[in-house]
Each structure stands twice: as C-alpha cells, then as structure tokens.
C-alpha cells in the first residue's frame, strides 16, 4: 500500500482540483469496507499549523459529528479515527455521551498516530483502543490555560507545608499564591475530579462493562496525576498503555497487513491535506460525507 511519498504523488498525479479529498475519501473508504464497520474520522491540524485556534475538541463539534453520523447504519458500530490534542473538558463529555446514544457500546478507538488529554478521554470511552508502534495516547488531567490543575494543587500544598515550617517564607509566597483568582483552587479541584469520574464512568460502563475484576482506579489515577506522567505532553506508548489496564488492540499483532496499510495510508491523507490546505480540522465519515473547519484566510 502507498507510504508518505506514495500518497503525496498519487495527489499531485491525479491533477484534479479535489484530489485531496478525492484521495483521502478514498482510502477511508477502503478503510470502512476492509472493516465492515462505520468510519468516522476525527482529525486536527495542530501538528501542522501550531498556535491555531479552533484545532481542540470544542462544544461546535457536536454539530459535525450529527452531520457525519447522519444516515449511517448504526447497526454495524463505529470505527473512530482520532488524531487531536485534546480539547474542553466538558464538550468532550457532551460529545461522547451523544456518540454512545448513537452507537451504545460498539465503538472502538483506533490511534494512528496522537490522541492526547481529552483526546485519551474519548478513547477511554470505547470499547478498545486500537494502536500500534507509532501510536500515542497522553495523560488527562486538566489544564487552565496551559497551567496543570495538579501542579496548582501541589505548589499551595507545599506553601502550606514551608509557610508553617518557616514563618518567614510567608511574604514569598503570598506573591506566588496571588497570582491566582481566589476560587482558583477549588476550580482545580472540581476539574481533577470531574476528569477522573467521566474516565471511570466510561470505563466502567463500556470498556470493562463485563469485567467485574477490572483495576479501573489504577487506570484513572495513572491517567490523572503527576506523579507517575510527570507532565501534560507525556507521550504513553502501546506498551505501557496496556501495561496500565486498558484494553489494547495491536495493530501490527492482531490485525493484517491490509488493515494497518489502509489505515496509516488513510492518516498520511489526513496529513497531506493539512500540509497542503486552509483546513485546520476535519470531521469526515467513510460515504464522503465531512465537515471541515478552515484557518482564516487572514491567518494562513
């Protein structure tokens, strides 16, 4: 099956004025008939157009995926491509519960490349996650603005801690502690909390829905802290997202060579119609049905 190059080609040979959709709408269609499944391809443009709006999942995406779910068999499940850095915390709640009314439990998450923080969320909401060497899913506690909830949490605990130790150290943190508004922590504590009960509710219910024995608390705190992910941008792996609970299906070892190819094909089409257009995310299904957001003109 066609690689980077390949596809790249292929859209420059085919001289049409389409030819990314037409390429791209191509292989995620051959994608949909290899599996006989719904294709739903959720995808953004972050990686190629850094410091972007509108490339997080937000409350408008709804309205794409009503448009792309429209006049498909439910019956047969769905297959959901995901490729974003993640997004609001509570329209990704919103979103997924309105893709379980759609489908119920027969949704599988398939990772060809990166699906961090909320991104994680929505995977953990199915009932696998589908990834391969070159896959990444990431940690999902919440951020403010770029600032970690936890990381807010554990910076006043330790003002606490030295302010009692050492009197003197007070002034010095009251310069640090004013930076935030004064619900600020209990903001941070409200959101580690809805963040961990959307992860455990959806695990319970779909993913491990007939494991009873299933460790989903270790699942949500590996998710949900520092102190084991460190940061934010930590990348996990296949490995050692297995290694932690969830149920992980291997690309390479589970399925052939014609389901990987069409599948990383199908990405490197995503990709190229990122590189080489305004599009900054794209909502699509397997009958070429898409919704496709687009960076300003005066942005571009």
Known sequence: MPNWN???????????????????RKY??????????NVIAYYSGWLQKPGIGNAEINDDD?????????????KKGLDLILHTPGGNLTATESLVNYIHKMFGSDI???????????????ACACKEIIMGKHSNIGPVDPQFNGIPAHGVLAEFERAITETIKDPRTIPIWQAVI????????????????LASGMVSGWLKTVMFSDAADADIGKIVNYLNNHDDTKTHARHIHEEEARSIG???????????????????????????TFGQSRAIKIIENHQENAVVAFVPESRK
């Open 62 to 74: 709804k309205n794409g995926f009503m448009a792309v779910i429209h006049g498909l068999d439910r």
């Open 246 to 272: 969830l149920k992980i299906r291997s690309i390479e070892n589970e399925f052939d060579d014609e389901f990987q190819n069409l599948l990383l094909t199908t990405h490197h089409a995503f990709m190229h």
């Open 108 to 122: 599988r998450a398939v990772i060809p490349q990166i699906a961090m923080s909320a991104g994680t969320m929505v």
């Open 178 to 193: 004013q930076k935030y508004h004064p619900t600020f922590i209990g903001e941070c504590q409200n959101a580690i909390e």
């Open 6 to 24: 390949d596809v790249l080609r292929e859209i420059q040979d085919s001289r049409r004025i389409d030819g990314l959709d037409f390429v791209r």
């Open 28 to 37: 995620l269609g051959q994608f949909a008939e290899k599996t006989g499944r």
